[in-house]
């Protein structure tokens, strides 16, 4: 009987520590990198460093330079196709870019810390939709960006009014992007 009962304990046990270590994952890569970097950037109300990066994927010229895009509200989307937060977030970004569109959106997503020839198959094989520019290096060190994925939300004028580090939610980059509109 004692066998019996320590074989249904592990059956009940092995289950409920896996769950608990994929909520302990979830939490590590969604919520820390936000505890432990400050959701006010220094870059935050400031003129955000113009740039200019070929395009890789989803665009319609070889370049794009942020200056070109004066007038609409841009989010940038520094990420890389080995960076497991930002494959989760991919599709975030991609629906909050086709849902304002319209409205005047443009969303960038900016490949870093990737070899090149990379980011082009991942955002085909993933449906991502918006255009997509290589940075060999100096435009995230431009916008102090350090962890991926990092999301920066700039106003119509060029200013930086938002930076998000980690995994950000549908609801919470639709109030930020709402807001710049």
Excluded at 38 to 59: E, H, I, M, R, W
Excluded at 114 to 130: E, M, N, Q, R, Y
Excluded at 136 to 146: I, S
Aim: glycine share 10%.
């Amino acid at each position: 009987m004692a066998n019996a009962a320590t074989a249904d304990e592990g059956k009940v046990l092995y289950p409920l520590s896996v769950v608990g270590i994929l909520l302990a994952m979830l939490f590590g890569f969604a919520v820390l990198p936000r505890l432990f970097t400050p959701s006010t950037s220094a870059f935050v109300g400031k003129d955000a460093p113009d740039f200019t990066l070929d395009l890789v994927a989803n665009g319609e010229a070889p370049q794009i330079s942020l200056s070109d895009l004066k007038g609409k509200p841009v989010l940038l989307d520094f990420w890389a196709t080995w960076c497991g937060p930002c494959q989760a977030e991919a599709p975030v970004v991609n629906k909050v870019a086709q849902r304002f569109k319209d409205k005047g959106l443009v969303v960038v997503g900016v490949n870093t810390s990737d070899t090149p020839g990379l980011a082009a198959p991942w955002v085909k094989s993933h449906g991502i939709t918006f255009p997509i520019a290589y940075d060999p290096g100096g435009v995230a060190g431009k916008y102090g960006v350090e962890n991926l994925p990092t999301l920066i939300l700039l106003s119509k004028e060029g200013k930086v009014l938002a930076v998000r580090t980690g995994v950000t939610t549908d609801a919470e980059l639709e109030r930020l992007v709402t807001a710049a509109l």
